[in-house]
């Protein structure tokens, strides 16, 4: 499959996604620049982590407004499979593609560490090789991770089984312990309607080869392998 | 536009003493010039001149240091060393200190010294791939202390987790002698084609020469200077010569730069760093005999009525200054601009060995570049040995310990030796996919090279006690304890890069103190067959003539053949067999177990260098074939704190037992070095046995993992819970999380 990871200016997880998709999964990948205004026959897109444009205004509100941002709009509106890596989360939340939005960590603190994870919802292009309450651990590296919507959008994103991935602890509990960065509801990554849109705080690209110690998140990119 | 004026008299010294120079100085640079330099000219040779520019008290001396070697591609003298590691590679490596700016304003002070050492690597043409950093603060209880902890570490993180370059792991300590003043010490390593390496030089008659990067600013104007004088009553006031960072700009002058080196438009280019645009168009025309014109007007700017002297000084952050070959200046500007980065021809290489320096038609600074750089002073400065220090050198009686597992609980619990938890989970450590062993879990840093099979072992340190309390012995022991980590990580040690962090070298016992490390670094150096390559010196780290210890930071860089092949300090699996590697002599001088009774004395321990090398080559060659299943390394804390860091780690407790005449104090806490923990299945045994032997290094059988305490026979049994409790609250008590 051909995937497209998206480079804005301050992208700084470009490279990993590339890597995680180029060399461990043996796929096609190749990089869209932000004001590319075609996503160059892509199949999947990336919105890969980091801090586009610095992050000084909220996270990704500017990232949105980069020429690229049309056509990820009018391919996830077709059904594309559009994945948002942390910072890439916060591009689709500022973009509308999901709803809520995000706020700094509960600690105010930059918090980067493995953490406690498991599936929830339904089936999306990003997790259906992962079933509902499968544990694994993958690595979160953010301070702006805690996810938030009004009470009737979480209600909603709950109830329409939309709500993929929640913080736990080792046990599978969603704690107040076990949540790293205060997000609601243990939020850790989310989907739209369709389910070819998905977000998420933890860094899958990071965890696909056991050098690494971790290949839990190999997973998420071959769920959409099929 | 008028020429800067030239004054006489009183007001010319005055002038002078302000910009840093002496009159001895300024009289030196009359003689050399012919002529009575003009106040811009002063301002200039005050920055260049400066101890952080111009390695005044400390060249002589460093020297001494061994600095080739087969595989040094590019050693000290440029913006980075570079090291050979095969394959067409090279490792480009540099640590730098910003002990001054960070202690005045410790977020942007901190986070500039990354952004700083991050650019003197890529300038060479090397992707950056891991940051370590090496920090010193004072007592805990200090009311700095955890304002300037917070600060320095929210720095570090701000710049570095925001470019996106790990940082992968690093060395934090607390004593009283950093006080008033901290260090914070910063080591970044990058990959490099050996065949596209980028020096700084300015090349070519008629080149021209290009700024590229962000726009100049009055901030950081006269940092070098501040960076090389001790503080003293009102230093506060000199937060505006702390420069501010912006890590969004460096990431894009990172990309601009390297898309730009895969092109043949470039001759040199440098990093404006301290002393900014005059430092980097001196350096660059002197290194290559050359010299350069520049037209101050045309340098892109952010603020209004900048004189030429806050033009030459100003120390903005994110900016390079380029040598491009002739008819590519064009190509050069448009590739920045694609980035939204500020470019502009500024000047161009002369054949007249002088810096020219024109406002509009205006010459207003013409002076030899040689004279800035080469010939600025050199000071063989007066040492003479501290007259207390013999006295301090007594025979320490092992302290006789009430409740030998509350003494491990409280050790535990020194910040010094406590988790760091605290510090690198705020930095982005896994970025870029190359981190094999964590922070937290290795005695060194492992990073893969991707695209080969190889890795990098980074180590840092200083065991300042041992330094203070014998400078040489000292800085051979840190030598040794680098090493030491890289051996327990399976790396082989290829180079040395440092930051000397001293005080004031006008004290003569400072300057001893500086010239005694030397030359143990150089011993050190010769033992293990590998030279320094980069590094700085940082003199000046004294508040009101109180000068810090003596502290000479290592960043040591080893190389793995495979990356697999690496190990970590976690115990793994119950039944596994842990053995120590070298002696139990029990010597306590200069151990943390005294300094927690407040005392610094006894003599470091004594090396025994072919033994040293036996443990290293023993413990690597057992991790290369496979054999362990941890290896940590046992020096601060001793024994007792590495026995309970592979059990935390590993979450698994142990059971040992030591056949010892020491008093436990002593076998539980002496930081003698040559000693090495690991743990191996007991179907590996033999075999580590036969690799130990072939090395003549000493085995001592400890015991083996299993269960969920570490329980040391007759001496202490220590439950997990209460261990992690007194090792993971220390630093977020500090900080004042909890």
């Known amino acids: 499959m051909r995937f ?72 996830a509106k077709r059904g594309g499979p559009v994945l948002g890596i942390c910072n890439g989360f916060q591009i689709l939340l500022e973009a509308g593609l999901l709803p809520g939005a995000m706020l700094r960590n509960r600690g105010l603190r930059f918090v980067c560490e493995e953490v406690e994870l498991k599936a929830d919802g339904r089936a999306t292009r990003f997790t259906s090789k992962l079933s509902p309450g499968d544990r694994f651990r993958l690595p979160i590296a953010h301070a702006e991770g805690n996810y938030t919507a009004d009470g009737a959008t979480l209600d909603r994103l709950e109830g329409e089984g939309r709500v993929v991935l929640r913080y736990c602890d080792v046990a599978g509990r969603v704690t107040d312990e076990a949540n790293p960065n205060g997000s609601a509801r243990g939020i850790a990554g989310i989907a739209n309607e369709q389910g070819n849109v998905v977000g998420m705080m933890p860094h899958p690209e990071r965890a696909c080869e056991p050098i690494l110690g971790n290949d839990a998140g190999r997973r998420i990119f071959e769920s959409v392998l099929g | 536009m008028t020429v800067p ?112 050492i991050l650019r003197d690597v890529f300038t060479m043409g090397a992707r950056p791939i891991a940051l370590m950093d090496a920090l010193r603060f004072g007592r805990p209880e200090h009311p700095k202390t955890r304002k300037l902890l917070n600060g320095v570490v929210a720095g570090i993180a701000g710049y570095g987790n925001a470019i996106g370059v790990p940082v992968v792991g690093g060395d934090v300590a607390f004593d009283a002698t950093y006080d008033g003043n901290i260090l914070v010490n910063v080591l970044a390593l990058g990959i490099v084609e050996t065949d596209r390496i980028f020096l700084g030089r300015a090349e070519g008659v008629g080149n021209p020469i290009l700024y590229v990067g962000a726009r100049t600013g009055r901030d950081g ?124 021809v500024i000047g ?10 024109y406002e509009g038609d205006t010459l207003v600074a013409t002076l030899p570049a040689r004279a800035l750089t080469d010939d600025a002073p050199k000071y063989d400065r007066p040492q003479r040995k501290p007259s207390d220090l013999e006295s301090r050198w007594i025979d320490i009686d092992a302290p006789a310990l009430s409740d030998p597992g509350q003494a491990i609980l409280a050790m535990l619990a020194r910040p010094t030796i406590a988790s760091k938890r605290w510090v690198y989970r ?107 390559v980069s590094g700085n010196v940082s003199l000046y780290n004294d508040t009101e003539g109180a000068s810090i210890q003596p502290t000479p930071m290592i960043g040591m860089v080893g190389l793995l053949d495979d990356a ?38 006894g003599r470091p321990p004594m090396l025994d260098g072919a033994l040293e090398l036996s443990v290293q080559r023993a413990v690597r060659d057992m991790i290369r074939a496979g054999r362990l299943a941890s290896a940590h390394d046992c020096s601060e804390g001793g024994l007792a704190v590495a026995l309970a860091e592979s059990c935390l780690a590993g979450n698994v407790g142990a059971t040992v037992a030591i056949e010892s005449r020491l008093a436990p104090s ?35 059988d400890l015991g083996a993992v299993g269960g969920i305490a570490l329980e040391i026979a007759g001496v202490a049994r220590l439950d997990p819970d209460a261990m992690r409790e007194a090792y993971e609250h220390a630093l977020p008590r500090i900080a004042g999380d909890e």
Not at chain 2, 9 to 38: C, F, Q, S, W
Not at chain 2, 69 to 75: E, L
Not at chain 2, 573 to 588: C, H, N, P, S, V
């Open chain 2, 348 to 357: 161009e290489v002369t054949n007249t060995g002088r810096l020219d320096v």
């Open chain 2, 666 to 700: 002593a076998l539980l806490f002496s930081e003698e070095p040559s000693r090495v923990i690991v743990s191996c299945a007991p179907g590996q045994l033999d075999a580590v046995r036969a690799i130990a032997a072939s090395h003549q290094a000493p085995v001592v």
């Open chain 2, 564 to 601: 697999e092949r690496t190990c970590d300090v976690a115990f793994k699996r119950a039944g596994d067999r842990i053995l120590l590697l070298g002696r139990l002599t029990g010597e306590l001088g200069g151990s943390e177990l005294l300094a927690s009774q407040g005392r610094l004395e």
């Open chain 2, 5 to 116: 004026p030239v004054l006489e008299g009183a007001a010319l010294v005055e002038r002078a003493r302000k910009a840093g120079l002496t009159e001895d100085e300024l009289r030196r640079i009359e003689r050399m010039l012919g002529r009575t330099p003009n106040t811009l000219e002063i301002g200039l040779f005050g920055a260049m001149w400066s101890e952080h520019c111009s390695y005044k008290s400390s060249r002589h001396l460093l020297k001494r240091l061994p600095t080739s070697g087969p595989r040094v591609v590019v050693g000290p003298g440029e913006n980075a060393g570079i090291v050979d590691i095969g394959d067409g590679l090279g490792v480009a490596f540099k640590m730098e200190s910003h002990n001054h700016p960070s202690y005045l304003e410790p977020y942007q002070g901190a986070a500039t010294g990354v952004g700083g």
């Open chain 2, 221 to 344: 104007i006269r940092g070098a200077t501040m960076a090389s004088a001790s503080f003293g009553e009102g230093s506060e006031e000199l937060r505006p010569t702390v420069q501010v960072g912006d890590p969004f700009y460096e990431k894009l002058l990172l990309e601009a730069c390297l898309e730009l080196f895969k092109k043949d438009a470039i001759v040199g280019i440098q990093d404006m760093g301290a002393a900014g645009l005059i430092s980097s168009s001196s350096e660059m025309a002197s290194r290559s005999g050359a010299g350069v014109r520049l037209h101050i007007d045309q340098v892109p700017r952010r603020e209004e009525g900048m004189t030429p002297e806050e033009c030459m000084l100003s120390e903005s952050q994110e900016r390079m200054l380029l040598v491009a070959a002739r008819g590519r200046e064009r190509e050069v500007v448009e590739l920045f601009e694609k980035w939204d980065l500020a470019a502009a």
């Open chain 1, 4 to 75: 497209g990871i998206v480079v804005f200016p301050g992208s700084n997880c470009d490279h990993d996604v590339y890597h995680a998709v180029k060399h461990v999964l043996g796929q096609e990948a190749r990089f869209v620049w932000h004001k590319s205004t075609d996503l160059d026959g892509s199949e999947v897109v990336i919105l890969p982590g980091g801090f586009s444009y610095g992050d000084y205004l909220r996270t990704g509100a500017l990232a949105r407004h980069s020429p690229v941002m049309q056509e990820v709009v009018a391919f």
């Open chain 2, 426 to 532: 705020q930095f982005d450590h896994m970025v870029r996919v190359g981190t094999v062993v964590l922070p937290g879990r290795g005695d060194a840093a492992v990073v893969r090279i991707l695209g080969t099979p190889k890795a990098v072992g980074i180590a840092v340190g200083s065991s300042a006690r041992f330094c203070a309390l014998d400078p040489k012995l000292g800085s051979r022991l840190t030598m040794m304890a680098c090493a030491r980590n890289l051996a327990c990580v399976g790396a082989e040690p290829l180079a040395v890069t440092d930051c000397l962090n001293f005080g004031d070298p006008s004290i003569p016992e400072v300057s001893w103190q500086l010239a005694e490390s030397i030359d143990g670094i150089a011993d050190a150096c010769r033992a293990l067959g590998i030279p320094v």
